[in-house]
Nanobody, 120 residues
């Protein structure tokens, strides 16, 4: 079982990034995939999730700027981040859970994370 997150980088405020999370080793299409982020010295924060049907749910702090989508044929989930702010700087992690929700304890599998750094 593996989740591989990628796409992070250093961008200026106002820019955009698309993160990817590629899964292998489990029945990806039936799982909820969530995105979380963690900045140094802060707790892990829920960003959003996408259900097996494609339904999405976002944290209020990112609503309108973040968009999650999935391509089950490619076993990939995407996190499009627009209008980046310095406060978005964090390690971003994808996770998959059969009954995943906004709580990180509900996820079975985790990716290694990809760093997003936003300069002002």
């Amino acid at each position: 079982v593996q989740l591989q997150a990628s796409g992070g980088g250093l961008v200026q405020a106002g820019g955009s990034l698309r993160l990817s999370c590629v899964a292998s080793g489990f029945t990806f299409r039936t799982y909820v995939v969530g995105w979380f982020r963690q900045a140094p010295g802060k707790e892990r924060e829920f960003v959003g999730l996408i259900g097996w049907s494609g339904a999405t749910y976002y944290a209020d702090s990112v609503k309108g700027r973040f968009t999650i989508s999935r391509d089950n044929a490619k076993k990939t989930v995407y996190l499009q981040i627009n209008s980046l702010k310095p406060g978005d700087t964090a390690g971003y992690y994808c996770a998959a859970g059969a009954k995943g929700n906004l709580y990180y304890t509900t996820y079975d599998y985790w990716g290694q994370g990809t760093q997003v750094t936003v300069s002002s």
